[in-house]
């Protein structure tokens, strides 16, 4: 079964551009999760969908990111426009239900570099 | 912001030892999960352990939960160098199905 599948796995931009991550889920699995990840630290979530409603995006810059996951499956994550302090791996995760419990299965991470 | 805290946030042993890494949080927990991230990739969940439960085994890992004290275990045994990773814990919350990250415990496992 393949797993959580996310792309780019690597970026550099300069400051002021945009960017855009992709996440391919665990097929079947109804919650995706977006978090961030700075060096050092543990993840911190950004967003969580239900299918393809966002339910706790609480965390999330509304300022300068979006997120969307179109017709429940996949999801992109946006930045415009990136700031120096956007550099992190940005980690996508997905679990069956997302109820107590769940096990969540992580990609590789698109690691952002921002100059 | 961050719930857990791990203690120690690196440590280094010898293949075949013991290691054990700690874990305290603040607020009441539905329960505690342990992932490891090794260099570049993404977390693998290890092992869930409920707060009504105060042991749990898998293999070599065995985990323990102190609800009273706020505080949780991890003993990885008889380590290999391939336990070469990050160990973080996460809680998840009451009343929320939100996981919080600690920043992780750096373990090395020297051959």
């Known amino acids: 079964e393949a797993g959580v599948v996310q792309s780019p796995r690597y970026k550099i931009i300069e400051k002021k551009q945009p960017v855009a991550f992709w996440c391919n889920p665990i097929?079947?699995?109804?919650?995706l999760y977006w978090y961030l990840q700075n060096l050092g630290q543990g993840p911190e979530l950004l967003i969580r969908?239900?299918?393809?409603?966002?339910?706790?995006d609480s965390q999330l810059p509304k300022d300068r990111f979006s997120a969307e996951r179109l017709k429940g499956v996949d999801s992109t994550l946006k930045i415009q426009p990136a700031e120096l302090g956007d550099s992190a791996v940005y980690l996508c995760?997905?679990?069956?239900?997302?109820?107590?419990?769940?096990?969540?299965?992580f990609g590789p991470g698109t690691r952002l570099t921002v100059l | 912001s961050q719930q857990g805290e791990e203690d120690p946030q690196a440590l280094s042993i010898q293949e075949g030892e013991n290691a054990t890494m700690n874990c305290s949080y603040k607020?009441?927990?539905?329960?505690l999960q342990w992932y490891r991230q090794n260099s570049g990739r993404g977390l693998v969940h290890l092992i869930l352990?409920?707060?009504?439960?105060r042991e749990k085994h898998s293999g070599r890992l065995r985990v323990t939960l102190d609800t009273s004290k706020k505080s949780s275990s991890l003993l990885i045994t008889a380590s290999r160098a391939a336990d070469t990773a990050s160990y973080f814990c996460?809680?998840?919350?009451?009343?929320?199905?939100?996981?919080?990250f600690g920043k992780g415990t750096k373990l090395t496992v020297n051959p």
């Open positions: 995760a997905s679990s069956l239900q997302g109820i107590m419990g769940d096990e969540q299965f």
């Open positions: 097929s079947g699995h109804n919650t």
């Open positions: 969908y239900e299918n393809e409603e966002a339910v706790d």
């Open positions: 607020t009441s927990i539905n329960n």
């Open positions: 352990i409920r707060s009504n439960e």
């Open positions: 996460a809680t998840e919350q009451g009343g929320s199905e939100k996981l919080v």
